[in-house]
């Protein structure tokens, strides 16, 4: 705890995996939107924000980008993940939820970050071809993630609320965000980094 006439040490924070994050990155730098900031509405003097995100990453190809971790030394990492492994045939939800669990723990203990925020996976419009049952897949992910992640003290599962199943939400190719869809999964990205810096 720190007093209230002792400085409040800057909060690093990092949005980190899959195209969406790469999006979302290419958005708050290029909305006109006044509702939109790079930095999430935050004092740079007190959280910092910033973005990695690779199109395709799965739970295992994330690892490889683990490096950005010791330049950046977040405090709390908003993992978006897990929507690309269950394109693959074949594909248990359940395992994909439990290397998430794994993933989050690798941060906390490998890479001293303090809080992993992990994402609710959304539906798609466009369904993959050889995975027809996608979103039946994804609910089961999330109902085993959130099962999961209930109750740590180290990382949560985070829903976002009025997204995940609005068809509105989605792009034309019926897999990533429409402009609406990226605003509104900033404003819950945003909330999320609000309850988690309160907690620290």
Known sequence: MHSRSEPQPKIRALILGHSFVKRLDRYVHTSPCSKVDSNFGFSRDTM??????????????????????????????????????????????????????????????????????????????????????????????????KALLGGATSWCYWTHRKLWRSRVSLYCDGVHLSQFGLFKYYMSLRMALVHVAKQL
């Open 48 to 145: 910092e924000i910033s973005y990695h995100g690779v199109g395709g990453r799965t739970v295992d190809s994330l690892y490889r980008d683990l490096n950005v971790l010791l330049r950046i030394r977040p405090h709390i990492v908003a993992l978006e993940i897990g929507s690309n492994d269950l394109c693959a045939p074949g594909t248990r939800p359940e395992s994909v939820a439990s290397k998430i669990e794994d993933f989050a723990s690798h941060l906390v203990k490998q890479y001293g970050v303090i809080y992993v925020v992990v994402g609710q996976m959304l539906f798609r419009d466009k369904l993959p071809p050889q995975v027809p049952d996608y979103n039946s897949k994804v609910n089961v992910a999330n109902r085993v993630l």
